[in-house]
């Protein structure tokens, strides 16, 4: 902001110097500091116009930035084989969302990931990673992840991804009991979510969005390189059919 107004500062100065046929270097600081506040008092829109381009190019700065993270962190987003993926590995189109259980934008936006997996199984590849964010190591989005991870090892990711995703309110017991209901061992599960392995790659998966500028929140889809940041279904399709017919 001081940089900023500064800016605008020199700016009104350098015209009023001319106006006046006199160098700023002709001027003391107290009368240069009264011309810019008087001549800013009656041209307050230059700064709010100066503020919308500095968030203008703000944005523009960030969505390059996360667009080069995405690009130089590709082998960990696209291709950390602890994932649970779906579609080949070549498809025309790799689809990654980075979510939590208790985020309820995730939630809505499951009927989309289901429709799409439906629709493209061969030109689409979906990447699931998870980014418990709503709740600390001891909460229920931590264990929710774990819980997932581990009944892939028992073949059962999907059915425990989407089951999960349909729940409202998760309570550890209401993990163990959904993963019960979809065929999962519980005892087994439970095992498997105490591995350190699975701890690591939650943390790794935590460690990696932080590297991505605009990744601020979940969910967070990445489309063939580009991104969506919030459940905006329109977009994510508009990217989704673009990758299609490029």
Not at 83 to 111: H, I, M, W
Not at 148 to 171: I, N
């Amino acid at each position: 902001m001081k940089h900023l107004l500064r800016t605008v500062a020199a700016t009104s100065i350098l015209a009023l110097a001319a106006c006046a046929q006199a160098g700023p270097n002709d001027m003391s600081k107290a009368q240069i500091e009264e011309i810019v506040r008087d001549y800013l008092l009656e041209n307050p829109e230059i700064i709010r116009e100066a503020l919308i381009a500095l968030e203008v190019k703000q944005a523009e700065a960030e969505l390059q930035n996360t667009r080069d993270a995405i690009a130089d962190l590709s082998d960990q987003i696209l291709r950390d084989p602890r994932d649970y993926a779906v579609g080949p590995r070549d498809a025309k189109v790799q689809l990654v969302e980075f979510f939590d259980y208790n985020c309820g934008f995730c939630k809505r936006s499951t009927d989309w990931m289901e429709e799409t997996m439906a629709k493209y199984p061969d030109d689409v590849r979906v990447v699931f990673k998870e980014l418990p964010v709503l709740t600390g190591p001891d909460g229920t989005s931590f264990i929710a992840a774990r819980a997932a991870l581990a009944s892939a090892r028992q073949g059962k990711y999907r059915k425990m991804h989407f089951a999960l995703m349909g729940e409202r309110s998760l309570t550890k017991a209401r993990i163990l009991q959904i993963a019960e209901n979809n065929g999962i061992d519980v005892d087994q599960l439970e095992r498997d979510m105490d591995d350190p392995a699975i701890e690591r790659q939650i943390r790794d998966n935590l460690d990696l969005s932080d590297k991505i500028p605009a990744l601020s929140g979940t969910p967070f889809f990445v489309v063939n390189g580009d991104f969506v940041s919030g459940a905006n279904m329109p977009k994510l399709t508009e990217y989704l059919e673009a990758a299609l017919e490029g």
